[in-house]
């Protein structure tokens, strides 16, 4: 463990960047609020969400194009996949790999150890000033 590791201030406003999409704004909604809670989610790490946001959005409305049909007719090879679907991939991986850097999926959350913030509901803790200690450290497998 990286015992000198930066700790950058927790993010504040969670509001989706206006730059968002509908798709892009709703992922944003769903995950920033959860790794805030959880302590993952610093002020410099907004725009990696963004990314993550924009690239969802992408993935979402290439596998819109997809619901009629995953192939197409070419004069040249005859029936072939559709273009939207390498789209679909690759922003599925850009979302996956951004994703990662904050713990998402099972392999990367053994690499992340949150503290996450709690409610003070401990009124020893008030009265006898012990301190809750927000926010998570990271750490490289």
Do not use: C
């Not at 968002?20 to 969400?49: M, N, Q, R, V």
């Amino acid at each position: 463990m990286n015992q000198h590791e930066p700790r950058p201030k927790l993010a504040e406003t969670l509001q989706a960047p206006v730059e968002l999409d509908e798709h892009a704004t709703k992922f944003w909604d769903e995950h920033a609020p959860k790794l805030k809670k959880l302590g993952l989610l610093s002020e410099i790490d907004l725009h990696l969400l963004v990314m993550a946001a924009q690239w969802w959005s992408v993935h979402v409305r290439a596998l819109a194009e997809l619901k009629e049909s995953i192939t197409q007719v070419s004069e040249a090879n005859g029936k072939v996949a559709r273009a939207e679907i390498g789209v679909a991939k690759t922003a599925f991986n850009a979302v996956r790999a951004i994703m990662q850097e904050f713990g998402i999926g099972p392999g990367s959350r053994t690499k992340v150890t949150a503290h996450p913030e709690e409610e003070d509901d401990d009124p020893a803790g008030k009265f006898f000033g012990y301190p809750r200690k927000p926010g998570a450290k990271r750490f490289l497998a």
